[in-house]
């Protein structure tokens, strides 16, 4: 049974930071690349950062320079630390397991919410 828990979200004053976590189980983590999306109310889902099952990364354009997507392999859990944190981050953020080889896979997390506000 595959399973991906978010945590570590909350409300946060603009500036600050949070740092999310997943935690996956039933799946071989190090074989899949892992990313961080988010929604907010009346917008479209959008990828944040992903990290790939080699540990190579890309970013939002939106969050380049304030977010790190990183992964323990050893633990299963894939992290976001956010920095600088602004309003507009404001958000349902999932995470995302996939597999684009083999026997593909994709799966969710049921999402956590961010709220950046003074």
């Known amino acids: 049974q595959v399973q991906l828990v978010e945590s570590g979200g909350g409300l946060v004053q603009p500036g600050g930071s949070l740092r999310l976590s997943c935690a996956a189980s039933?799946?071989?983590?190090?074989?899949?690349?892992m990313g961080w999306y988010r929604q907010a109310p009346g917008k479209q889902r959008e990828l944040v950062a992903v990290?790939?099952?080699?540990?190579?990364?890309n970013y939002a354009d939106s969050v380049k320079g304030r977010f790190t997507i990183s992964r323990d392999n050893a633990k299963n859990t894939m992290y976001l630390q956010m920095n600088s944190l602004k309003p507009e981050d404001t958000a349902v953020y999932y995470c995302?397991?996939?597999?684009?080889?083999?026997?593909?896979?994709?799966?969710w997390g049921q999402g956590i919410q961010v709220t950046v506000s003074s």
């Open positions: 990290i790939t099952y080699v540990g190579s990364t």
């Open positions: 995302n397991a996939k597999k684009n080889w083999g026997l593909r896979n994709d799966y």
């Open positions: 039933g799946i071989a983590f190090n074989f899949y690349d």
